[in-house]
């Protein structure tokens, strides 16, 4: 007798965007521990870009890109296969502007990255509000990360994406707004009493 599965409802999934150094990484795991105090089932797909094997930040090209793309969409096919919530360091859009900045569209992954955009339920915009710090990997130049950031919200624009802009005058409160739009939109649906 075959075994009968119960259909998993899909995912929802939540990138945190923006340039590097913002603290992208620090929030996705303060949004996974608050959602785990939820019992919250869920996954945090990490910033592949720190793995690639090929030259990354002011360096970077088709070959880099290519690998960051594919890594990145592969990690969050596994996790939402396996989780109802997958929180992501990075969505495919903010990582494809370096490759923009560097070398230009790429036409075979405009098509990949414009297809894989509607797989995000929530982009939440991380601003820049300090220069990057050197943390032996990332670009400490403050004017490549600027760059990042606004060719970033003029790609959102371009491909009539929205997000979730963090508001760089209250840092502090950006966990708790990151949470608490997670949280409303992951909440079942009320029925509306007679």
């Known amino acids: 007798m075959a075994e009968t599965t119960e259909p998993r409802p899909p995912s929802f999934k939540v990138a945190f965007i923006g340039s590097h150094g913002v603290g992208k990484t620090t929030l996705c795991y303060g949004l996974a521990?608050?959602?785990?105090?939820?019992?919250?089932?869920?996954?945090?797909?990490?910033?592949?870009?720190?793995?690639?094997?090929?030259?990354?930040?002011?360096?970077?090209?088709?070959?880099?890109?290519?690998?960051?793309?594919?890594?990145?969409?592969?990690?969050?096919?596994?996790?939402?296969?396996r989780y109802p919530l997958v929180i992501c360091d990075r969505s495919a859009l903010d990582n494809y502007v370096y490759l923009l900045l560097s070398d230009g569209p790429q036409e075979g992954l405009e098509l990949l990255v414009d297809w894989w955009m509607a797989s995000y339920d929530l982009?939440?915009?991380?601003?820049?509000?300090?220069?990057?710090?050197?943390?032996?990997?990332?670009?400490?130049?403050?004017?490549?990360?600027?760059?990042?950031?606004?060719?970033?919200?003029?790609?959102?624009?371009?491909?009539?994406?929205?997000?979730?802009a963090l508001d760089p005058a209250q840092r502090s409160g950006w966990l708790e707004c990151a949470t608490a739009a997670v949280r409303e939109r992951i909440a079942p649906r009320q029925l509306r009493l007679l």
């Open 33 to 81: 521990a608050q959602l785990k105090v939820d019992d919250i089932p869920l996954d945090v797909v990490h910033e592949v870009a720190r793995r690639c094997p090929l030259p990354v930040n002011e360096q970077t090209g088709v070959a880099s890109e290519s690998w960051i793309l594919h890594t990145q969409i592969a990690e969050e096919i596994l996790a939402q296969a």
């Open 123 to 164: 982009l939440i915009h991380v601003p820049v509000c300090d220069e990057p710090s050197a943390d032996g990997f990332r670009s400490e130049n403050p004017a490549f990360q600027r760059a990042i950031d606004e060719r970033l919200v003029q790609e959102l624009t371009r491909r009539g994406l929205t997000a979730l």
